[in-house]
């Protein structure tokens, strides 16, 4: 018999007592530490052949740290808004789901993870409070949740309708705007979960937003362009007028000051520029450049977060044109 680190040696048998773990569970323990941003669960541990004094020695000699009950983060990786989401996600159990912000910062489809870890938890299933989790008591319907990075999100449609309407109106706009221009969602998909979930909490936000990305936001983008304009004091334009270029022929202003030869273009959401509008946009902002008239654009997201410089920037453009203004 040959002892050996992890049990003995007989026979060319390696032979493990209980509580004890093979070099290769040990392996698959590291490398599910890694995929989990250093986080390991005490199920995973346990699965993995280590006894409750093994463990407990990795928390005393602080290789492992406890972040939550029953989970650990190993100490050579760094926490990070990811091992945070994940510790969250593995301390409440098999019933939790990412949502909302959480889960579109999960998709890559916001920029930062929001304070606290926004989970779903099924009504049924009794879990205690922590304090750096946003827990929202809903059952998530199977259709509308998957795995993705190892952790049960929502899909995609359902988390990009569920964040923008925890931001709100004006950065819930911002991020549906984005996700449809790259792409990572669809209309329809976003319209079939609205359906399906008509009845839950901001679902007239919900309903508002996808208003404005079907098409709406050009029309109130319009609206809220001459309002502005009208409060400011601002004269000698007129909307939607029709403008005659040489060598190109008719181009329609949204808004046009004709003394001044300024144009002003006014855009729904990103989305909403599609391949034809972008592939004219070019030639016809040429030949009204030819004919000595300045473009000025503006969007729906800039009219309602920042309608002040909106003013300002068209203000300086005017002053430049005629020297009065």
Request: glycine residues 8%; contains cysteine.
């Amino acid at each position: 018999m040959i002892l050996g680190q992890t049990g003995w040696i007989r026979g060319g048998v390696r032979c493990v007592e209980p509580g004890m773990s093979t070099p290769e569970q040990l392996a698959e323990l590291r490398r599910l530490a890694r995929a989990q941003h250093g986080v390991v669960s005490l199920a995973q541990a346990r699965a993995a052949g280590l006894s409750e004094d093994t463990i407990a020695r990795r928390v005393a000699t602080k290789a492992w740290r406890p972040v939550g009950p029953r989970v650990f983060q190993v100490a050579e990786h760094e926490e990070t808004p990811a091992s945070r989401t994940v510790a969250a996600m593995l301390s409440i159990g098999a019933s939790a789901v990412l949502v909302g912000r959480s889960a579109a910062w999960w998709w890559d489809l916001h920029d930062a993870a929001p304070g606290r870890v926004e989970i779903a938890v099924d009504r049924a299933h009794q879990v205690r409070p922590r304090w750096d989790v946003d827990m929202t008591r809903r059952t998530i319907d199977p259709v509308d949740r998957t795995r993705h990075r190892r952790l049960v999100v929502t899909c995609r449609a359902p988390t990009v309708l569920d964040a923008a309407v925890r931001m709100g109106l004006t950065p819930g706009a911002k991020l549906m705007d984005r996700a449809l221009v790259r792409r990572r969602v669809s209309l329809p998909a976003l319209v079939s979960v609205h359906h399906r979930t008509a009845g839950r909490r901001g679902a007239p936000v919900a309903a508002k937003l996808l208003a404005l990305a079907g098409g709406g936001a050009r029309s109130e983008a319009e609206r809220r362009a001459h309002r502005l304009m009208r409060r400011a004091g601002l004269c000698g334009w007129t909307p939607d007028t029709e403008i005659v270029l040489p060598g190109y022929g008719r181009a329609v202003g949204d808004v046009v000051f004709a003394d001044e030869k300024v144009v002003l273009k006014i855009d729904g959401w990103a989305y909403h520029r599609d391949l034809r509008a972008f592939l004219t946009d070019g030639p016809r902002q040429s030949a009204l450049a030819a004919e000595g008239w300045v473009v000025v654009r503006t969007h729906w997201h800039e009219l309602v977060s920042d309608p002040d410089g909106f003013l300002s920037r068209l203000r300086r453009t005017l002053a430049a044109r005629s020297g009065t203004r």
